[in-house]
């Protein structure tokens, strides 16, 4: 059971996916942080996977790697970006770790011979996983976003566990917040109701009767429409909020809901002081964000590009190094694959007009040797360039190849038989089957070398970053690199894993094996993607001179 302080803000979906519910959960929480609030934010994935760390990129996005090593939806990435809240495995619950657990007890005998159901034993696992995030922690709130949509069958326990949650604490402690779509006909420039009022009727049909409406909208809805939607969907006309589309960043949609009174209406519901927002560090990233004085355009290449959210965090991060340098950030999205059969020349007009190179992580062979030829031509071409994870492995193979002397160097994730096995498996993975968590997860410590540019640029002696990966660099080649001129820059000190590399007589050059981008907020940027994107910036002001 709970305790007897924290309140709960439940936010489900309606009409179809893509609607902006996590965006809207993190621009809620920031919002009551801002009043002076403590918040933790739950998301809950109806999917029968126990995590998306299998899942390709093109049917689920980016993973988002917590602090703990828990794989999680990029949702999290939404929340940590947006909010103070620390996020761990517990905050991320889908309905394969539900069922998972509730087998397992069966199986140890538990239930004591008794019939195990989904009520009440799904509901009942489902519900103490979102009261333990309360009990473990001195919240004022705790925010919980059901994935998917009303209706579809796998949300049913989920939203049977909510109802549930009501009934016990009654509304003083719970609050239904519902988001659906009023589209806009483009031939009558009409907006329409009837989908929200399919989708409330059925809501209400599972038992739950929503507080507010977030209503996703191309234009503010007008007061007939919020008091047509209010009539038919049994919802206060205060309460119909406009969750209006924007033209501007993502980061400004907190201050649209500000101006629409959600977080007033929410702070009401639960009769609790409204305290005056403080807001000052996002004032003034999004001023400078509005009014930049320079502009910096970032290669992006990577073997997911056409998938928006395949690298969410990593274009997030660059944007806040951008802003962190009063810069317009312009990402020129590159394909991998489609450079394995460029010429040197057709490589150098690519790139022409760029001030930096960033090649992400991922999995398996495909544009392997596209990202190669690009980290060749930042370090022969001297621009600034940024690897990470298996951009870091790319960047020591291409070393090894054309600087080494090694022309057949590679990675036994892509050749197991290659003379010079530069990137190479954790020893104590090789006899391990199943791909699902096998990998090097969650924050890691890494201490630089003495002398270092990384640690320079962290002005610290050590960090603790998250990792996400099965393969390392090969520690017996670590001489012939540093004799060739790559120094490593970082190391985990528990068996001398290398962590980070870099070229000292390159503008900027360096390889990371962890993920950066995952500990990156708008008003703190990742301090490597802040000089990342200053290099870039003084490298392309003196190539134009």
Not at 337 to 356: M, P, T, Y
Not at 391 to 419: L, Y
Request: hydrophobic content about 35%.
């Amino acid at each position: 059971m709970s305790d007897k302080k924290t309140k709960y803000i439940f936010v489900s979906g309606g009409v179809c996916s893509s609607l902006g519910k996590g965006i809207s959960v993190a621009s809620l929480g920031m919002l009551l942080e801002g009043h002076g609030y403590s918040i933790s934010i739950i998301k809950m994935d109806p999917y029968l996977n126990i995590d998306p760390g299998t899942m390709s990129p093109f049917q689920h996005g980016e993973v988002y790697v917590t602090e703990d090593g828990a794989e999680t939806d990029l949702d999290l990435g939404y929340y940590e970006r947006f909010t103070h809240s620390q996020l761990s495995r517990k905050n991320s619950v889908s309905t394969g770790q539900i069922y998972h657990t509730v087998i397992q007890r069966e199986r140890r005998g538990d239930y004591l011979g008794r019939t195990v159901q989904v009520i009440p034993h799904i509901t009942n696992e489902i519900k103490k996983r979102i009261y333990d995030v309360s009990n473990n922690n001195d919240l004022d709130f705790v925010l919980v976003e059901i994935g998917g949509t009303v209706g579809d069958i796998e949300s049913i326990p989920f939203l049977e566990s909510i109802r549930q949650i009501r009934q016990e604490l009654g509304r003083s402690r719970v609050m239904n917040v519902h988001l659906t779509l009023v589209p806009t006909i483009a031939v009558a420039g009409e907006q329409k109701t009837k989908p929200t009022q399919h989708s409330v009727k059925e809501l209400m049909q599972l038992g739950i009767i929503p507080d507010i409406l977030l209503a996703r909208v191309q234009r503010p809805l007008d007061d007939d429409m919020k008091s047509k939607i209010a009539l038919f969907c049994n919802v206060s006309e205060r309460n119909v909020i406009s969750a209006e589309d924007i033209t501007g960043s993502i980061y400004e949609i907190p201050y649209m809901f500000s101006r629409n009174e959600f977080d007033v209406i929410t702070l009401e519901h639960f009769n609790l002081p409204i305290r005056e927002i403080q807001l000052q560090k996002w004032d003034n990233f999004i001023k400078t964000l509005r009014n930049p004085k320079h502009k910096v355009r970032i290669a992006v290449v990577g073997k997911y590009i056409q998938l928006q959210d395949a690298y969410r965090s990593i274009y997030e991060a660059l944007l806040h190094g951008a802003v962190a340098n009063e810069s317009e950030l312009e990402i020129i999205k590159i394909d991998s694959e489609e450079l394995e059969n460029c010429g040197n020349r057709s490589i150098n007009e690519i790139f022409a007009d760029v001030d930096g190179i960033l090649v992400p992580g991922g999995f398996g062979n495909r544009g392997i040797e596209g990202k190669v030829l690009t980290i060749q031509h930042a370090r022969t071409s001297g621009i600034p360039f940024f690897g990470i994870c298996l951009g870091m492995q790319c960047a020591v193979i291409e070393f090894a190849r054309n600087v080494c002397g090694m022309a057949q160097a590679n990675s036994t994730e892509f050749d197991h038989n290659t003379p010079y096995p530069v990137i190479s498996l954790l020893e104590e993975q090789e006899i391990v089957a199943e791909k699902g968590g096998t990998m090097r997860l969650g924050a890691y410590h890494c201490e630089f070398v003495s002398g270092s540019k990384i640690g320079e640029i962290y002005c610290k002696e050590s960090v603790m970053e998250r990792h996400r990966h099965r393969f390392e660099f090969t520690s017996k080649y670590r001489k012939i690199f540093e004799d060739n001129g790559m120094k490593i820059g970082g190391l985990y000190p528990r068996n001398n894993l290398v962590e980070t590399v870099e070229i000292p007589d390159h503008p900027w050059f360096i390889g990371v094996q962890y993920h950066p981008e995952f500990k990156s907020k708008p008003i703190n940027p990742h301090p490597l993607f802040r000089d990342f994107i200053r290099a870039a910036i003084e490298t392309g002001r003196k190539q134009k001179q």
